[in-house]
């Protein structure tokens, strides 16, 4: 009996060893395989969160162009109003199909952050639509404008892990000055 018990603690090491060295590949291509998987992922949210904002900001310049043929001021050049509200167009039909992919990848504050956006680039372009409004309420909704979209940038860098900082602030106006009396 001494003979077998002998005989047998080598093999029960062996096996011991090979499950867990199983168990320890297992584990280590499982993490592998998550790693992979998870910046694959965040490589198509990259996309998508910059996909969008191209698009939104194609929008919100055509807008903007249609507005300074208007008389609004934009630090744009003008464009004809019946060739910026196709670009607007164009631009819109790119954004909606761009936004379908940030709805589907992205975080809920980066989607919640992204309406926010949008809809004050949205309402940036009832100008463009023909809607009167005073210069100084333009220029105040172009400044709101900027800041949802640097929200909507911190809550795409945050998702993606991107922790360089906070991003700085704007510098000077973008916009040139004002005189109400035009409009």
């Given at each position: 009996m001494?003979?077998?018990?002998?005989?047998?603690?080598?093999?029960?090491g062996?096996?011991?060893?090979?499950?867990?060295?199983?168990?320890?590949?297992?584990?280590?291509?499982r993490?592998?395989?998550?790693?992979?998987?998870d910046?694959?992922?965040?490589e198509k949210?990259l996309?998508?969160?910059s996909?969008?904002?191209?698009a939104?900001?194609?929008?919100a310049?055509?807008?903007?162009?249609?507005?300074?043929t208007?008389?609004?001021?934009?630090?744009?050049?003008?464009?004809?109003?019946d060739?910026g509200?196709?670009?607007?167009?164009?631009?819109?039909?790119?954004?909606?199909t761009?936004?379908?992919?940030?709805?589907?990848?992205?975080?809920?504050?980066?989607?919640?952050a992204?309406?926010?956006?949008?809809r004050?680039?949205?309402?940036?372009?009832?100008?463009a639509?023909?809607r009167?409004?005073e210069?100084?309420?333009y220029?105040?909704?172009f400044?709101?404008?900027?800041?949802?979209?640097?929200?909507?940038?911190?809550?795409?860098r945050?998702?993606?892990?991107?922790?360089?900082?906070?991003?700085?602030?704007?510098?000077?106006?973008w916009?040139?000055?004002?005189d109400?009396?035009?409009?």
């Amino acid at each position: 009996m001494g003979s077998i018990v002998v005989q047998l603690l080598p093999l029960v090491g062996v096996v011991l060893g090979a499950g867990a060295t199983f168990s320890a590949t297992a584990l280590n291509q499982r993490a592998k395989w998550r790693r992979g998987h998870d910046a694959r992922w965040d490589e198509k949210r990259l996309v998508a969160y910059s996909e969008f904002a191209n698009a939104l900001k194609r929008s919100a310049t055509s807008s903007n162009r249609v507005a300074a043929t208007l008389g609004y001021p934009v630090a744009v050049q003008p464009i004809d109003v019946d060739e910026g509200l196709r670009a607007m167009a164009e631009a819109e039909a790119d954004k909606t199909t761009k936004w379908e992919v940030v709805l589907l990848l992205g975080s809920p504050a980066a989607v919640a952050a992204a309406r926010s956006w949008n809809r004050a680039a949205w309402e940036l372009s009832w100008v463009a639509r023909g809607r009167v409004m005073e210069h100084t309420a333009y220029i105040e909704l172009f400044a709101e404008m900027g800041r949802r979209r640097n929200a909507f940038y911190e809550c795409a860098r945050a998702d993606l892990g991107v922790c360089t900082g906070a991003l700085p602030p704007g510098d000077q106006p973008w916009l040139p000055p004002c005189d109400d009396s035009e409009r």
